[in-house]
């Protein structure tokens, strides 16, 4: 009897010892491989609606579209069909887009507007308007850009620019070569 219980203690011993290896090994080698990468996950799909987004406390912009395609972490996306878009200066809304195409950075509340772009500043006596085909918006610095060439319109007459920048939070603006004439009164 002795000797049987002598070799069920061995291969208790020798299992206890491998667990215990298995186990040092494998908090020893903890962290070091990559996680897999989860499956693919599908964009987003929304038709129809309105994007609202707030940056602390003020609204940056808003905009209603056709369509929209956002990522699956929720951090970008892109909108069809802008119209009655608005961009935010000191809370209040302060111009009026439509574009085809926006880009959108959720993170940083960027955005590009390509394609077919009309700007116009709300409540404007003059009803000035602005077409272009990119419109560039960094909100942190609080500029808009539109680095290809714009075409103003106010009361009947249009100038050619070819690069205009608006900064919202000194209300300046800079004005590339200009091409036309205005009567001013």
Not at 26 to 38: C, D, H, N, S, V
Not at 88 to 99: D, E, H, N, T, V
């Amino acid at each position: 009897m002795t000797r049987k219980r002598l070799w069920y203690k061995r291969v208790a011993i020798l299992s206890g010892a491998l667990l215990l290896t298995w186990v040092i090994v494998e908090m020893a080698l903890a962290g070091r491989g990559t996680p897999p990468i989860p499956p693919g996950q599908p964009p987003v799909e929304l038709h129809g609606g309105h994007v609202l987004n707030n940056h602390i406390s003020t609204r940056s912009w808003t905009f209603d579209y056709d369509r929209a395609r956002l990522s699956p972490d929720g951090m970008s996306g892109s909108v069809d069909g802008v119209r009655n878009g608005i961009v935010f200066r000191k809370g209040k809304p302060y111009l009026r887009i439509s574009a085809a195409h926006v880009s959108l950075n959720l993170a940083s509340l960027d955005f590009t507007a390509a394609g077919k772009v009309h700007i116009e500043r709300i409540g404007d006596p003059e009803n000035r308007a602005f077409d272009t085909d990119l419109v560039v918006w960094t909100n942190d610095a609080k500029v808009l850009r539109m680095d290809h060439p714009s075409y103003v319109h106010s009361g009947g007459q249009t100038l050619r620019i070819d690069k205009i920048s608006v900064n919202f939070d000194d209300n300046s603006i800079h004005l590339g070569k200009i091409n036309g004439g205005v009567d001013i009164h």
